[in-house]
Every structure is written in C-alpha cells, then in structure tokens.
C-alpha cells in the first residue's frame, strides 16, 4: 500500500481520532530491512529452521544485542515456598509465594515469585509476568494494593494463573546491578565490564523468566505447555528474549517494548527512541557489540523481526499504544509484518494476517501473531490484557472456569 493510500484508509478508519491521525504521517515503508532469509543462505523448512537459520539468528542478536549467556538452567536450583500456601480471591485461587535459589561458580542468589492459581479441575494455562515496575506498587501478595497494571483477580477469573517476579529481584536496574544478582552467581564481574560478550541484564532478566517457568513444571495444577511470559515496556522486550531463547514459553506477550524489543529499527520514526538512547542510558541492558551501532540503527544487519521469528511457530502478541511514540507503535506494527513469513514459509501457519495498519481497538488476531494499537498513553491497561487473553483463548487456552467469548472493549 502507498503511503498515501495509508493516511487515506486510516482517516477514513479513524477521522475522530486526534492522536491517531499524528501517527499517520510516518507511514512510509521501511528501507532495507535485512531479510529473515538471506537469498541463496539456508532454504528454510520446518526440518533446518532450528540448527540452521534459527541458530544463525540466535548467534547474530547474542552477538549484536543481548549477548551470550553463560548458563541457562543451573545444576543448583531450589525452589521453596516461603509460606504456606493460601486460599484467596473469594475461595477461587491458591497463592504460593516461591523463593527460587539458584547457585554458579561466583555464588548464590534467589528471587521471589508470587503465583495465585485458579481453582479447576484440570491444569490451568498461566502468564508469567516480569514486573519493570517496584513489586510493592503493584505485586502486592496479600492483594490490598491492587492495580490495573497487574489484574492478578481478573486474570485468574479468566482461568489463568497469575504469576509475577520483579525483575529488579533478578539482578538490580542500574548499571552496577551487572555486578548483583545473577551475574555474581555466574559471572567473573570484575571483568564484565572489560570484555562483555556475556549477557547484559534484558538477558539475564529473561534468564529469570525461565526460571520461573522451571518452577512451574513442578506444578502439577498448572499446564507448563501453555505459558505466555509477558511483560511492559523494558519488561516487554525481556518478555520476547525469554521467549527467543526459551522454547518452552508457548507465548510472548510485548507490551509497548519499542526499542530493542518490538520496534523495526530499519524505520526512522518520529519521536521514537534509537539505539543512541539506549546505549549511553542503559548499556548494561546489553552485550559490548550493541554499542557499536549507536546512530546506526538502520544499517544494522539484523532487525527486531529476527527476534520475533525466533519465536516461530509459537503465539507472539505485540501491542502498542496511541501517545506513544517512544516505542513507535508503526515500527512494532511493521515487525509483526515482518516476522511473519516465518510462521508462513517454514511452517505454513497464518502468522500475522493485517490489511494494514489498524485504528485503536481493533486488533488483528487471526493468524498466531496478534498486533493491537490502544489509544492512549504508555501503559499496561486491562484492555491490553484482555486483548492478550482472548488470544490465548482463540487458541484454545482457555480452562474449565472459563466463561465464554471475552470481548477486548476498550
Ligand atoms: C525508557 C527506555 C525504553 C524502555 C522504557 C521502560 O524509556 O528508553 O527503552 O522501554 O524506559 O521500560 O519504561
């Protein structure tokens, strides 16, 4: 579609919609997106995909972006509940506070995860939520403080079990927290800094996400084969790393996670960040190669729809919202664009089906890539989570308490 015809259809779709129409100016095509698959490299099928083009990806965005790990799931791991569990919500979940403990070469660490598991006769699905946000504000166990950021009633109403770490218990958000948490367990953090190739801390939060999804096949009430891991923001890009690297997540969920986690950096945005933020704000986030391209964020050789494909056949959603255009609702939209062909060629699935760019509140869901645009701020809304939700359920996810079709109304 022309650039052109694009602002037409959506002042059409939309001509009420102030904040909206803002957005329709930057609808230009994305330039040299470098190709999910390079002519004459790989022919990619359902058989090579994993060991062959999968892991060349992999290779290129651990070397680029997010570095290489250097462990995954570690020989010491311990999983213990802090207090008994309880019934809460009304009689209708069980709460388990978790410590998980885990131990490396450097030493040993632990986390804390809270999980409220609906009452049912068979496993329920779950979200894992990594929390960007101070746990007390909305991770509130004895569920006095609620908050629309974290709507563990409704979730679990919906037949979901609720679970949530902050992400900050990991390994701190600043740039000496590379020297805590995970990284003094398994990394020699004197000489992180020197020469990182190592993780920088999006991976190392994924890493924990992982963690959590290790406690969660010792549940015997919860379906680990269908776990989304969702996250906001800094906490949406670490949703898509965890599910990249960790193929046991049948879901990611990105909300608003812009730049490094949905946004296409071949697209240059107005108002929306670049690498050259990231990297003089919040380097520790990534592996040394990242710094590298500071102002050169369209001539990278890889995209953020590589990220994405990792993902491939699995369920990704990606979300974006009106006023913000920091993270580049386009440039989100265009990566679920993008993507899709790996769902398409290599496993003959929908992947993304989009007759364009869509107005607020409509999101496009059919194929197992769903993008939707909510009008209003940066934020993680209950909209956003029911959207994320109905798709779960489209896919069958839904569990015995489940009540019907849900309807995502804004
Ligand atoms: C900053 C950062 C973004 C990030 C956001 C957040 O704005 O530049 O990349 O997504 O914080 O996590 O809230």
């Known amino acids: 579609m022309s650039r052109l015809s694009v602002v037409v259809s959506l002042s059409a779709a939309c001509a009420a919609c102030a904040a909206f129409a803002s957005l329709a100016v930057e609808m230009a095509e994305p330039k040299d997106v470098p190709p999910l698959f390079p002519p004459g490299a790989w022919v ?15 290779k290129i965005l651990a070397d680029e972006v997010y570095g290489h790990r250097p462990v995954e799931r570690p020989p010491h791991l311990a999983f213990s509940e802090v207090s008994p569990e309880k019934t809460m919500m009304d009689g209708n979940a069980m709460r388990r506070l978790v410590k998980i403990e885990y131990g490396g070469k450097y030493g040993t660490n632990s986390f804390s995860v809270t999980a409220f598991v609906p009452k049912s006769q068979k496993r329920v699905p779950a979200f894992v939520f990594v929390c960007n946000r101070p746990a007390e504000e909305c991770l509130d166990p004895e569920r006095i403080v609620k908050s629309d950021f974290w709507p563990a009633e409704r979730i679990v109403e919906r037949g979901y079990a609720a679970i949530a770490f902050y992400m900050g218990d990991v390994t701190p958000d600043r740039p000496h927290g590379n020297t805590l948490g995970v990284f003094a367990a398994f990394s020699d953090v004197e000489s992180h800094y020197r020469n990182r190739r190592e993780w920088g801390a999006l991976s190392a939060w994924a890493w924990g996400a992982s963690r959590v999804l290790d406690w969660i096949e010792t549940q015997p009430d919860i379906d680990a084969g269908h776990v989304a891991v969702i996250g906001h923001s800094r906490g949406g890009k670490i949703a898509l790393v965890a599910a990249a690297w960790d193929e046991r997540f ?12 949905a946004k296409l950096n071949h697209v240059d945005l107005l108002g929306s960040e670049h690498f ?13 190669g990242f710094v590298a391209w500071v102002n050169r964020d369209d001539r990278s050789p890889w995209d953020q729809h590589w990220l994405v494909a990792m993902i491939a056949p699995r369920l990704v959603c990606i979300g974006s919202a009106t006023d913000d255009d920091w993270a580049g609702p386009y440039g989100e939209y265009l990566t679920a664009r993008y993507a899709s062909p790996a769902w398409r060629r290599i496993f003959g699935k929908k992947g993304f089906v ?4 869509p107005a607020p509140g409509a999101p496009q869901q059919e194929g197992e890539i769903s993008y939707h645009l909510r009008s209003g701020k940066h934020d993680l809304t209950p909209y956003d989570w029911n959207v994320y939700m109905d798709f779960a359920d489209r896919h069958g996810w839904r569990c015995a308490r489940g009540q019907g079709k849900e309807e995502a109304g804004e």
Do not use: Q, Y
Not at 52 to 57: L, P, Q, S, T
Not at 250 to 261: E, K, P, Q
Not at 276 to 288: E, G, I, K
């Open 44 to 58: 990619p099928n359902a058989k090579n995909w994993h060991a062959g083009r999968r892991a060349e990806i992999k």
């Open 276 to 288: 050259v933020n990231l990297c003089t704000t919040r380097p520790f986030w990534f592996d040394d």
């Open 354 to 357: 989009s007759s364009g760019f």
């Open 250 to 261: 049948a879901m990611a969920c990105s909300n608003d996670s812009g730049c490094g986690g």
